[in-house]
């Protein structure tokens, strides 16, 4: 049986960054991807949040089979993801 550990995800500026670790604080397995940034003008600058989530996704299915007890998650600071009343995202 695999050992207990934790999953910290850092959704960066410019990478969505994970790990498993294990009870003592060691690395059991990582992820790292890159994603693109958009500015369409001086002080415009845009990403798509599908690929936050997608990608999050892909790191928590990399991570498979391990047995997770705890999970974080922090994001990028005064980030803002708006939304039609469906909660669909409003971006290009």
């Keep these: 049986m695999a050992a207990e ?3 910290g995800i850092d959704v ?10 294990d009870g003592d604080g060691a690395f059991v397995a990582r992820y ?18 599908d690929t936050w989530v ?4 892909a790191a928590l299915e990399g991570f498979a089979g391990h047995r ?4 974080g998650l922090c994001s990028q600071v005064n980030t803002h993801g708006f939304v039609d009343t469906g909660g669909e995202p409003l971006c290009p």
Excluded at 12 to 21: D, E, F, I, N, Y
Aim: aromatic share 2%; hydrophobic share 45%.
């Design 54 to 57: 997608r990608l999050v996704d």
């Design 68 to 71: 997770v007890v705890a999970m």
């Design 32 to 49: 790292s991807q890159g994603f693109e940034t958009v500015r369409r003008a001086p002080n415009i600058v845009e990403q798509d949040p």
């Design 5 to 7: 550990g934790i999953i």
């Design 12 to 21: 960066g500026t410019t990478s969505v960054k994970a790990a498993v670790l």
